[in-house]
């Protein structure tokens, strides 16, 4: 590091120290700044931490409202008014050093941008995905606009074995390709979820195919690179949406998937290998319900904290009718009786608590059906849409 200010040796100016241990301290020091950051919220300035989500704390007095979200040391700040974000600022700097860096305009690597006349906002990774189509030299590919083509079922009956394979794929960089698509993946790219998912699974054993599929991701995120995630151009409601593809996988194990979207754009997505061989599709529709269960009561019990408490029985759509008249059924069901998981169950008694009900949502309007299978392009630009993506 730079020697600070103050320090400097005059002898020798260009110098740099080198660190004999972090300057943050002890192993234990994360722990001991959120307990004194959640004592200066909680204590000193009144917040409420959010009982779901430990990051976020919470102040309502009236009709004003405070939300404070925080990452490390980080924190977003969001109020009813600019006044009280300047207010709370203010209060925080008497007890830490503050840098106030003004409007959010990045957030972990993501671009936020807003447009007031529309009450619009707009999650744009574009940055980082030129930084790694440089890095793998992939600017010069021909775009497109799929990630994976829909005949293509990747296995391991595709991997090296001559010598000769295994010599031309000795320099390629399979993991790290594999790991810059994961970072953006959770972030603003719901739409390549699927394609990098299957990719990932032969991170430690590849073949040409699978290596092929990667350049065909990055080639589908080069025509695609200028989409944005956008918020406030639809519902303003919680939509919440569950698909499973059977078992079309090699180990014969179902795909879950599930979309959550609010204000027109996804908030929470997922693609998730069954941990069972599912004997039919109304069974692994059933067990991915259960999966998308899970993230749906987490979800309403965060707004509810934050908002106004949810008095309706939360809605989540499913395209098969056969597990959704399984689910209601609460008699010893031969489709079922072998499944000895108890928490595979567990929506038999949301759906009995009247927390979620599961409503029938045609296939041609299920948008998570781009996270269990590889799509025809016009599929794929209209669940594209769907999911929030859109051109900047």
Same mark, same amino acid.
């Given at each position: 590091?730079?020697?600070?200010?103050?320090?400097? &040796?005059?002898?020798?100016?260009?110098?740099?120290?080198?660190?004999?241990?972090?300057?943050?301290?002890?192993?234990?020091?994360?722990?001991?700044?959120?307990?004194?950051?959640?004592?200066?919220?909680?204590?000193?300035?009144?917040?409420?931490?959010?009982?779901?989500?430990?990051?976020?704390?919470?102040?309502?007095?009236?009709?004003?409202?405070?939300?404070?979200?925080?990452?490390?040391?980080?924190?977003?700040?969001?109020?009813?008014?600019?006044?009280?974000?300047?207010?709370?600022?203010?209060?925080?700097?008497?007890?830490?050093?503050?840098?106030?860096?003004?409007?959010?305009?990045?957030?972990?690597?993501?671009?936020?941008?807003?447009?007031?006349?529309?009450?619009?906002?707009?999650?744009?990774?574009?940055?980082?995905?030129?930084?790694?189509?440089?890095?793998?030299?992939?600017?010069?590919?021909?775009?497109?606009?799929?990630?994976?083509?829909?005949?293509?079922?990747?296995?391991?009956?595709?991997?090296?074995?001559?010598?000769?394979?295994?010599?031309?794929?000795?320099?390629?960089?399979?993991?790290?390709?594999?790991?810059?698509?994961?970072?953006?993946?959770?972030?603003?790219?719901?739409?390549?979820?699927?394609?990098?998912?299957?990719?990932?699974?032969?991170?430690?054993?590849?073949?040409?195919?699978?290596?092929?599929?990667?350049?065909?991701?990055?080639?589908?995120?080069?025509?695609?690179?200028?989409?944005?995630?956008?918020?406030?151009?639809?519902?303003?409601?919680?939509?919440?949406?569950?698909?499973?593809?059977?078992?079309?996988?090699? &180990?014969?194990?179902?795909?879950?998937?599930?979309?959550?979207?609010?204000?027109?754009?996804?908030?929470?997505?997922?693609?998730?290998?069954?941990?069972?061989?599912?004997?039919?599709?109304?069974?692994?529709?059933?067990?991915?319900?259960?999966?998308?269960?899970?993230?749906?009561?987490?979800?309403?019990?965060?707004?509810?904290?934050?908002?106004?408490?949810?008095?309706?029985?939360?809605?989540?759509?499913?395209?098969?009718?056969?597990?959704?008249?399984?689910?209601? &059924?609460?008699?010893?069901?031969?489709?079922?009786?072998?499944?000895?998981?108890?928490?595979?169950?567990?929506?038999?008694?949301?759906?009995?608590?009247?927390?979620?009900?599961?409503?029938?949502?045609?296939?041609?309007?299920?948008?998570?059906?781009?996270?269990?299978?590889?799509?025809?392009?016009?599929?794929?630009?209209?669940?594209?849409?769907?999911?929030?993506?859109?051109?900047?």
């Amino acid at each position: 590091m730079c020697q600070l200010p103050g320090y400097a &040796d005059l002898n020798y100016p260009h110098w740099v120290c080198h660190l004999r241990k972090t300057l943050y301290g002890l192993k234990q020091s994360g722990c001991r700044w959120y307990q004194q950051l959640v004592e200066i919220l909680v204590t000193k300035l009144g917040f409420k931490q959010c009982e779901v989500d430990q990051a976020v704390f919470i102040k309502q007095e009236g009709m004003s409202l405070m939300i404070i979200v925080v990452h490390v040391d980080d924190c977003t700040i969001t109020a009813t008014t600019l006044t009280l974000i300047t207010a709370i600022k203010c209060e925080l700097s008497r007890f830490v050093e503050v840098t106030d860096l003004g409007e959010l305009h990045w957030l972990l690597g993501i671009e936020v941008t807003q447009n007031r006349e529309e009450c619009t906002l707009a999650l744009l990774q574009q940055t980082y995905i030129d930084a790694i189509l440089h890095h793998f030299n992939f600017n010069e590919l021909k775009p497109i606009s799929m990630p994976m083509e829909p005949s293509m079922k990747l296995s391991t009956s595709q991997l090296l074995s001559t010598t000769a394979e295994y010599a031309a794929m000795q320099n390629i960089l399979y993991q790290k390709a594999v790991g810059s698509l994961m970072y953006a993946v959770p972030r603003t790219w719901p739409d390549i979820l699927y394609a990098v998912s299957q990719v990932s699974h032969f991170s430690s054993n590849h073949g040409q195919v699978h290596w092929d599929t990667i350049w065909q991701i990055y080639r589908h995120l080069l025509g695609m690179k200028n989409l944005q995630l956008i918020y406030g151009g639809g519902e303003k409601e919680l939509a919440r949406y569950t698909d499973t593809d059977g078992s079309v996988m090699e &180990d014969h194990c179902a795909i879950s998937g599930y979309a959550f979207l609010i204000d027109g754009g996804a908030i929470s997505w997922s693609s998730k290998h069954q941990e069972i061989v599912s004997l039919s599709m109304t069974e692994s529709e059933y067990v991915g319900v259960t999966h998308a269960t899970k993230e749906a009561l987490w979800l309403c019990m965060l707004t509810s904290s934050l908002f106004t408490p949810l008095l309706q029985p939360t809605t989540l759509f499913s395209d098969n009718q056969s597990a959704i008249a399984l689910v209601k &059924d609460h008699q010893y069901h031969t489709c079922t009786k072998h499944i000895i998981d108890v928490h595979f169950h567990f929506i038999r008694w949301i759906i009995d608590d009247s927390k979620i009900q599961l409503i029938y949502c045609p296939t041609g309007d299920m948008v998570t059906n781009i996270f269990t299978k590889a799509l025809p392009l016009l599929k794929v630009k209209h669940f594209t849409v769907e999911l929030g993506l859109h051109t900047a």
